[in-house]
């Protein structure tokens, strides 16, 4: 697709549900992030993907939060037993990996997945 | 650890008054800086990136300037108007390792008509 996708936009779920949210990075983007916004508060980095390793899970909050990537596309979070305190908005970004550092490297945002859990 | 650090933390102007949002950041290795903008429950829209080895970037009404060696970027926005309110954010990416991107913690801006 044209931009980074997030599915789904919206998701309610009970407490101790499991739930997973989904991202399509932008076609040839190597690199993808993922940060939580909750409610008035800035960007929270989770995880960053590098192909189809994460160099980086240092945001992760809890070992109730996981993430994968296949084939160095597709991405998905997966929380297990949401906590109210897990409500955010989740957002996905993508940018455009090079070895050769004059090159730009711009990140591109999803929508973003907006979780409630009651 | 890249701090980045946003002042004020949320501004409101009447329409048509020139302004500047202040971005700093602790850790000056760093490959580029990204101003976004955040519409109320939307994702972030990319407004301006500026290499490490530039000054300034402008587009339209936004002018944004880098000085590394202070740690500092600013964002100039012209002849405000109400549709730029909206929460903006600036994002610095490191130059080592895998460049992890770094956010600010952003400037809400409400533009009175």
């Known amino acids: 697709g044209a931009g980074v996708s997030q599915s789904p936009s919206n998701k309610v779920t009970e407490k101790g549900k499991d739930v997973e949210l989904r991202c399509d990075p932008i076609?040839?983007?190597?690199?993808l992030y993922w940060y939580r916004q909750s409610l008035g508060q800035g960007l929270e980095f989770l995880i960053y993907f590098q192909g189809n390793s994460a160099p980086d899970k240092s945001g992760l909050p809890s070992d109730r939060f996981s993430a994968e990537r296949t084939g160095g596309s597709v991405s998905t979070l997966t929380i297990q037993r949401t906590q109210q305190e897990d409500s955010a908005v989740y957002l996905c970004?993508?940018?455009?990996?090079?070895?050769?550092?004059?090159?730009?490297?711009?990140?591109?945002f999803g929508q973003g997945t907006r979780l409630t859990v009651v | 650890k890249q701090e980045v650090t946003q002042i004020p933390a949320a501004l409101s102007v009447p329409e048509g008054e020139n302004l500047v949002l202040n971005c700093s950041f602790t850790d000056s290795a760093i490959y580029n800086l990204q101003w976004f903008r955040q519409d109320p429950g939307k994702g972030l829209t990319s407004l301006l990136l500026i290499q490490s080895s530039q000054r300034e970037q402008t587009s339209g009404r936004l002018n944004a300037s880098l000085d590394k060696s202070s740690g500092r970027s600013t964002l100039y926005i012209a002849a405000s108007q109400p549709g730029d309110s909206a929460t903006y954010l600036c994002a610095v990416r490191g130059s080592g390792g895998y460049q992890k991107v770094t956010f600010g913690t952003g400037t809400k801006l409400q533009v009175i008509p």
């Open positions: 970004a993508s940018s455009l990996w090079t070895a050769y550092r004059d090159r730009e490297s711009e990140a591109f």
């Open positions: 076609s040839g983007h190597t690199a």
